[in-house]
């Protein structure tokens, strides 16, 4: 069995003088704008970062507290005003039947 060429080697087209550029043609310059909503997205996702990465405990505020709390002891017991303002909240905070 023979296999005939198909049109021989006429469909061969020769090379054309193409000239590559390895520069890049400065005909316009990119631009990329970022939306307003975007931009507040990234902020929060900063915000989330740095909120999981805190300490469950900041031992300065708790230091602070314990401090606060030695100024209003007295004698072992709290002074009137904190024992009022305690009673106040809770008495707030307990809802009401109308």
């Known amino acids: ?5 198909i049109g021989g080697t006429s469909n061969i ?3 054309s003088n193409i000239r590559y550029n ?9 631009r990329i704008e970022i939306s307003n909503e975007s931009m507040t997205a990234l902020q ?4 989330i970062s740095i909120i999981k990465n805190a300490p469950d405990i ?3 505020k708790v230091a602070e507290a314990k401090q606060r709390l030695e100024l209003y002891m007295k004698d072992g017991a709290l002074r009137e005003e904190v024992l009022n303002s305690l009673a106040n909240s809770i008495i707030d905070s307990i809802p009401t039947e109308e």
Not at 1 to 5: A, G, N, R, Y
Not at 22 to 30: Q, T, Y
Not at 44 to 47: D, G, T, W
């Open 44 to 47: 929060n996702e900063k915000l």
């Open 1 to 5: 069995m023979t296999i005939d060429k």
């Open 58 to 60: 900041r031992e300065d």
């Open 13 to 15: 087209q020769p090379k």
């Open 22 to 30: 390895d520069k890049a043609s400065k005909v316009g310059s990119d």
